[in-house]
Structure formats: C-alpha cells, structure tokens
C-alpha cells in the first residue's frame, strides 16, 4: 500500500503532538524531582534535629555524671572540694581521656572600642617595625569574628601582657577594658580525646558533622 504523504498542517499538528508529550513527560520529570528533593531535605533536616536533641541530652547527662565524679573524688580522699574551671578524667589503660571545663563568657559595652584602638596604637609603636611577630600574635587576639563582635576572652588574655609591655598607656587601656566587659553567661564544653598508638599524642574525637 502506497503510503499517504501527509500535508503541511498534518505535519504541523504531529509535531505539536509530539512537542506537547514532551512537555509533559518533562514535567512529570521534574515533579518527580522535586517530590524527592523535598522528601529528602525534610527527612535529613529531621534526623538532624532529632540528633540534636540526643546529643544535647548525652552532653547533659554526661556533664552530670562527670561532675559527680569529680565531686565523688574529693569524698574518697577526704579532702575539701575545690572549685575547678576544668578537670579530666583518665581511663585506666590510658588510652582514653574526658576533659569537662567550664568558661566564663563576657561582652564588651560601647566604650571597649575606644580602649581596644589605644591598644593597638601602643602595639604598633612598640612592636609594629621592631618585632613584627610579637606584634602579630598580640593584634591576633583583636580580631573581630564573624558576626563583628571581638572574642571578649581572647581580648583580656591581654592582661597577661601588661609587665611585658610595660606601658601606662597600654595599662589604662586594658583597666578601661575590664571595666567594660560584662559577664554574660558561662560556657560549658565537654570533649573526648582518645591516645593515638603511634605518636602517644591525644587525639579529639570529634563529634562534627563536618569532620567525620
């Protein structure tokens, strides 16, 4: 049988058909897509929350037993408690370590900033061209992070530097900034540390999502 040639318009409307299936099958395609993508971001969102809380109740609970420990300690050896911003327990082979510290967080009123540029000023003076790594280690402690807020616990460890620099300006300077931090709150950190075999060096086991 002779095969009929089809017209223009036949042509026209065969390949509208066509053109119209493959819209909707792209569109299916991507609907299945984004049903996947949703589930899979709801679903991993979900998990991580619920790990969250896990791990929020582990480090309570294990905040609780480690103190009590701690507190235990002094008991077995009667002695008088001490107060104590960290201490470590060791298990008895060796091999693994827990260090629980506690720290005090503090926040810097409006005036910090005037204190904090007299201190770089003297730093410069003093240590910009004659002894730049000085210089460096101690203008590192003023760096601001991320949000624009300075590392108030990093800033005081200025203090420590007073004898060392020996500079009236730089001793007014750092009593300014006592004067304008506010404690905030205390941090409490709770980490594991586990001996590496090879080089005896304490390793922390971290419990980062981005490091494992």
Not at 67 to 81: D, G
Not at 123 to 129: P, W
Not at 155 to 175: K, T
Not at 178 to 189: F, I, L, V
């Amino acid at each position: 049988m002779e095969q009929k040639e089809l017209t223009v318009n036949e042509l026209k409307a065969q390949l509208a058909k066509a053109e119209e299936k493959q819209k909707r099958e792209q569109k299916q395609l991507i609907t299945a897509y984004e049903k996947k993508r949703n589930e899979f971001v709801v679903k991993t969102a979900n998990k991580f929350l619920e790990i969250r809380e896990i791990l929020k109740d582990f480090k309570m609970e294990s905040m609780q037993d480690g103190n009590a420990l701690h507190l235990e300690m002094y008991k077995v050896f009667n002695k008088k408690e001490k107060e104590s911003k960290q201490f470590q327990l060791v298990s008895d082979d060796g091999n693994f370590k827990l260090i629980i510290q506690s720290q005090d967080k503090f926040s810097f009123d409006e005036t910090a900033e005037v204190h904090i540029n007299a201190i770089k000023q003297v730093l410069e003076d003093k240590f910009a061209s004659r002894n730049k790594t000085m210089y460096k280690i101690l203008t590192s402690l003023l760096i601001k992070n991320k949000t624009g807020d300075w590392n108030s616990n990093k800033v005081l460890e200025l203090s420590n530097y007073i004898d060392d620099i020996n500079d009236p300006r730089f001793s007014e300077a750092i009593r300014g900034l006592r004067h304008s931090a506010h404690h905030s709150g205390t941090a409490k950190y709770f980490n594991a540390y586990q001996k590496n075999q090879e080089t005896k060096a304490w390793e922390n086991i971290s419990i980062q999502f981005s490091t494992l």
